[in-house]
Nanobody, 114 residues
């Protein structure tokens, strides 16, 4: 049973920052690539960023240069630092294990608005 618990979302003004956290249990966390996804109303869920077990990262073009994914294997936690936020970043953000996709957690709402 893989458990994924996202937190850290909220309401932020354009240009602001948020840091999201994802606590993972039920797997040998350090061995797996982790991903952050987001889903805006009426849109498909999209992959935002990944980080491999070795620390290599990849980002969607829409967030490149603004978001940073990281992981703390000692805490079984994946994080997403989001800077220079834009209204189009508004979405529910989810973490997951791309190779497994066992289920989705509750997500955390990020709203970027004035």
């Amino acid at each position: 049973q893989v458990q994924l618990v996202e937190s850290g979302g909220g309401l932020v003004q354009p240009g602001g920052s948020l840091r999201l956290s994802c606590v993972v249990s039920g797997i040998a966390f350090r061995l797996y690539t982790m991903g952050w996804y987001r889903q805006a109303p009426g849109k498909q869920r999209e992959l935002v960023a990944t980080i491999t077990s070795g620390g290599s990262t990849n980002y969607a073009d829409s967030v490149k240069g603004r978001f940073t994914i990281s992981r703390d294997n000692a805490k079984n936690t994946a994080s997403l630092q989001m800077n220079s936020l834009r209204p189009e970043d508004t979405a529910v953000y989810y973490c997951n294990v791309p190779s497994l996709l066992p289920q989705w957690g509750q997500g955390t709402q990020v709203t970027v608005s004035s």
